[in-house]
Each structure stands twice: as structure tokens, then as C-alpha cells.
């Protein structure tokens, strides 16, 4: 059975920097893109960008281009979301999901505020 | 304009049914997209339904039952998730989805309300 399991929630300041993880299990790991999706409070789902664990091939929404950092450790069956200065407008649930018919990750609440 | 257009909301009577529709941007081709649907529960991570192409290219997700299904309006340009004999627990929001330009694209959702 594919899983995905999100690292817990993160509360952060204004500019500081965060990594969030989505661990992968039940299948193998190469054969599926892992997606990261944003819900911010109260609203829908924003696709952010994916990554092919296979050649580390990374692909970003243009909304996402350059905010956030996608990457993968193969070895260990696991995926990354970074941002280097987070802003409050970052404050959201992200979602990791493994190629567009598998079960998604729980979710990591991401809360940024001062 | 939004590539994929959905109502923000939609009531129905349990046992009746509900058609969801998801609008393509004009400039675009419902033919040519595959249609995802996922359901939504508060507190919980989407939950794939089921992907339309065609009634020969479709498929159901694991465990999803058979009263939800997809099917494409040529003339509205529109993806549709048909539910029928709607229960209570169908109660949720709604997202269809379609690939383009290499990555995936959402629509707004769509809040279904069971009363």
C-alpha cells in the first residue's frame, strides 16, 4: 500500500528558513513523481512543482519559481520542501502526494508569524 | 482567467444526485485533458475519485464507490463528476484537475452540501 508520511508542524518567524519532509513507503520510490501542493486556511489547492526521483528532474509552478526549493534522498525514500525566508503569506497546510492517483501525504501546517 | 472554472458551491437532497461540472479555459480543448476528481473532508488530505478521459479511458479510485463517476459536456467545454444517490457522508468539497504545461492545475473547488 503507498504512503506517504509528512514531517509534524513548524511554526516559524518572518525570514527565517525551513525544511519539511514527505517519506514514502508501500512502493517503490522511483516509480512515481512526488508533487507538493499548498492549501492556505480557508481556500483550495495550489499545485506548487514536482520532482522525478529518478534523474532529480524538477519542474516548479511559476507562482512557486524561486520561493521554495524542491529535492530528494533517494536512499531513504524521501522528499523535501525548503524555503530559505519564509513570509507569513507561506502560512499554509502543504501536502505531498506520489504521481496523481496515490493516497497524499496527512499534510505538515506550516504557521509563520512574528 | 482561471484554466479550470468550478461553482463554489452546490446543494442536493440525500438520495438524489449531484452533477459537478469543471469549466475549461475557452482557449482549450476538453477533448484533449484528462479530468481528475478529488473529495475533501475537513481536517483530511484530498482523496483521489476517480480520472476521466473517455468511457474507454477512466479509472475508479481504490475503494471509491460506483455512484461516483466522470464524463465530459463536449459543448460546455467541461469536465463532470456525477454523484449519484447522495449521502450525508458525500458532504465535502470537491477539486477537479488536469495537467498542463507539465505540471498540475486545480480547480477552485467546489463545496457540496447534502440537506
Known amino acids: 500500500e503507498v504512503q506517504l508520511v509528512q514531517s509534524g508542524a513548524e511554526v516559524r518567524k518572518p525570514g527565517e528558513s525551513l525544511t519539511i519532509s514527505c517519506k514514502g513507503s508501500g512502493y517503490r520510490f522511483n516509480s512515481y513523481w512526488i508533487n507538493w501542493v499548498r492549501q492556505m486556511p480557508g481556500k483550495g489547492l495550489e499545485w506548487m512543482g514536482r520532482i522525478d526521483p529518478n534523474d532529480f528532474d524538477v519542474k516548479y509552478s511559476p507562482s512557486f519559481q524561486g520561493h521554495v526549493t524542491i529535492s530528494v534522498d533517494r536512499s531513504i525514500g524521501t522528499a523535501y520542501l525548503q524555503w530559505n525566508s519564509l513570509t507569513s503569506s507561506d502560512t499554509a497546510m502543504y501536502y505531498c502526494?506520489?504521481?496523481?492517483?496515490?493516497?497524499w501525504g496527512q499534510g505538515t501546517l506550516v504557521t509563520v508569524s512574528s | 482567467q482561471a484554466v479550470l472554472t468550478q461553482p463554489s458551491s452546490l446543494s442536493a437532497s440525500p438520495g438524489a444526485s449531484a452533477t459537478l461540472t469543471c469549466t475549461l479555459r475557452?482557449?482549450?480543448?476538453?477533448?484533449?485533458?484528462?479530468m481528475y476528481w478529488y473529495q475533501q473532508k475537513p481536517g483530511s488530505p484530498p482523496q483521489f475519485l476517480l480520472k476521466y478521459n473517455s468511457d474507454s479511458d477512466k479509472q475508479q479510485g481504490s475503494g471509491v464507490p460506483s455512484r461516483f463517476s466522470g464524463s465530459k459536456d463536449a459543448s460546455a467545454n467541461a469536465g463532470i463528476l456525477i454523484i449519484s444517490g447522495l449521502q450525508s457522508e458525500d458532504e465535502a468539497d470537491y477539486y477537479c484537475m488536469t495537467w498542463h504545461s507539465g505540471g498540475w492545475v486545480f480547480g477552485g473547488g467546489t463545496k457540496l452540501t447534502v440537506l
Open positions: 475557452s482557449d482549450f480543448n476538453v477533448g484533449t485533458y484528462r
Open positions: 502526494v506520489a504521481g496523481d492517483q496515490a493516497p
